[in-house]
């Protein structure tokens, strides 16, 4: 049943008219063909001044061993002697092509080669052998029994760390609200304390040692007083150290 259902569909398909293309009306009468226009159309007459010419990046040449063959009509076909054109024997090859044997003795080149070319270091070694020079080139110029330069200027960067590090370390007997005085200004005060204690003790050893009037008196009296208590104060300032009260 399925075959004979399939032959008549086959046989429907078959005998059902083909459906025109579609086409556009003003194409149906006025469309021309351009190839069936060039076909019809008669070749182009040969140019009598370019015809032995070749056209311009055509890359179709005669060869050279072929030129001797050409006959004289550069307008008409190529015409070449085949009498010429013969191909060489194997025999005449082998004679032509056959290689020139050397006698070379390869293993008394290849050893002189061994020993004449230096073999390639890898970077690793080159900078290792150049440390390794480096190394005994100072052990060459090292003087014996003296300190480097670069101990000497180790051992002044470490004193100057151990006098910062202590420095910034807070003082336990700093009393609350005081601050420590440098040194270079406690030398400094100290000096002039000492110059007005010179000062001072000169005018006393001028003075007389009876005074009659009261302004002399009080004069003395008042040298007197000032040079007890820049006593007291180079006592202050000849200690290590000395501290002063912040100002709030």
Wanted: glycine fraction near 2%; include cysteine.
């Amino acid at each position: 049943l399925t075959q004979k259902i399939n032959q008549e569909r086959k046989q429907i398909e078959q005998n059902r008219p083909v459906k025109p293309m579609f086409k556009l009306e003003r194409f149906e009468n006025n469309a021309t063909s351009t190839v069936a226009k060039t076909i019809k159309e008669p070749p182009p007459a040969p140019r009598p001044t370019s015809a032995p010419f070749l056209r311009s990046y055509s890359g179709k040449g005669v060869p050279s061993h072929l030129k001797e063959n050409l006959s004289h009509n550069t307008t008409g076909p190529l015409v070449v002697n085949a009498a010429k054109l013969s191909i060489p024997n194997a025999k005449e090859c082998t004679k032509r092509f056959q290689p020139v044997r050397k006698d070379v003795n390869y293993l008394n080149r290849n050893v002189r080669e061994a020993i004449t070319t230096k073999t390639r270091k890898s970077p690793a070694t080159v900078s290792v052998e150049k440390h390794l020079e480096r190394k005994t080139q100072d052990e060459k110029n090292h003087q014996k029994g003296k300190i480097p330069n670069y101990l000497i200027k180790r051992k002044e960067q470490w004193k100057q760390e151990e006098k910062r590090r202590l420095a910034s370390i807070p003082d336990p007997n700093m009393p609350p609200g005081h601050t420590l005085l440098p040194d270079a200004e406690r030398r400094e005060t100290l000096a002039s304390l000492f110059e007005n204690q010179r000062e001072l003790a000169s005018q006393l050893s001028r003075m007389p040692l009876r005074c009659d009037s009261y302004t002399a008196l009080n004069r003395k009296t008042e040298v007197e007083r000032k040079l007890a208590e820049i006593d007291e104060a180079i006592k202050i300032f000849s200690r290590p150290k000395v501290y002063v009260k912040e100002d709030s």
